[in-house]
T-cell receptor, first 112, second 115 residues
Framework: GQNIDQPTEMTATEGAIVQINCTYQ??????LFWYQQHAGEAPTFLSY????GLEEKGRFSSFLSRSKGYSYLLLKELQMKDSASYLC?????????????FGTGTKLQVIP | DTGVSQDPRHKITKRGQNVTFRCDPI?????LYWYRQTLGQGPEFLTY????????KSRLLSDRFSAERPKGSFSTLEIQRTEQGDSAMYLC?????????????FGSGTRLTVV
């Protein structure tokens, strides 16, 4: 099976940098995703890592270490609109099918 | 293309009734997924289609749940004899095989309340 662990809640100040960590255990690892979900809305795709290292997309960066089963999402120059839940999701083997399993999400609150 | 569409947005039903939800994926996407999400939790996998074939169904899903994708386009999810524990947001997502780096595109969801 797959197991994903991420902090439940975080608070950060507008304009600052915040790092949201995710640790995972899975068989047949084949990629890690980060999604953003505003309250009452659907998740939206942020990033995908399948190889070790850092992927940068504007204010958002995501890092992966496969040997450590670890990823983080880095948000720079925080804005109030970044207040949302951030979901870590892992693709791995599940009975011959590559299934994507989501963590419970980290609720980020950005304060002035 | 307007993205993934789900209908209805909200559904309130009495315990014991049957409900059916519809999902229209992005037209060129051949993969379609159903997830369920409760408050404070991440989306939980229910089932997955590639074209019209249902390739995987969660073991957490009871026999009261069934999904179809008859022509490889839209999909329906039916819940029979609803229970209060079925109250959740039901999310549909689609993707194109071989494009994992784009992730899934989710619809806005159907919020089910069983009273």
């Amino acid at each position: 099976g797959q197991n994903i662990d991420q902090p439940t809640e975080m608070t950060a100040t507008e304009g600052a940098i915040v790092q949201i960590n995710c640790t995972y255990q899975t068989s047949g690892f084949n990629g890690l995703f980060w999604y953003q979900q505003h309250a009452g809305e659907a998740p939206t795709f942020l990033s995908y890592n399948v190889l070790d290292g850092l992927e940068e997309k504007g204010r958002f960066s995501s890092f992966l270490s496969r040997s450590k089963g670890y990823s983080y999402l880095l948000l720079k120059e925080l804005q109030m609109k970044d207040s949302a839940s951030y979901l870590c999701a892992v693709r791995g083997d599940s009975g011959g099918y590559q299934k994507v399993t989501f963590g419970t999400g980290t609720k980020l609150q950005v304060i002035p | 293309d307007t993205g993934v569409s789900q209908d209805p947005r909200h559904k309130i039903t009495k315990r014991g009734q049957n409900v059916t939800f519809r999902c229209d994926p992005i037209s060129e996407h051949n993969r379609l997924y159903w997830y369920r999400q409760t408050l404070g939790q991440g989306p939980e996998f229910l089932t997955y289609f590639q074209n019209e074939a249902q390739l995987e169904k969660s073991r957490l899903l009871s026999d009261r749940f069934s999904a179809e994708r008859p022509k490889g386009s839209f999909s329906t999810l039916e819940i029979q004899r609803t229970e209060q524990g079925d109250s959740a947001m039901y999310l549909c997502a689609s993707s194109l095989a071989g494009t994992a780096f784009y992730g899934y595109t989710f619809g806005s969801g159907t919020r089910l309340t069983v009273v």
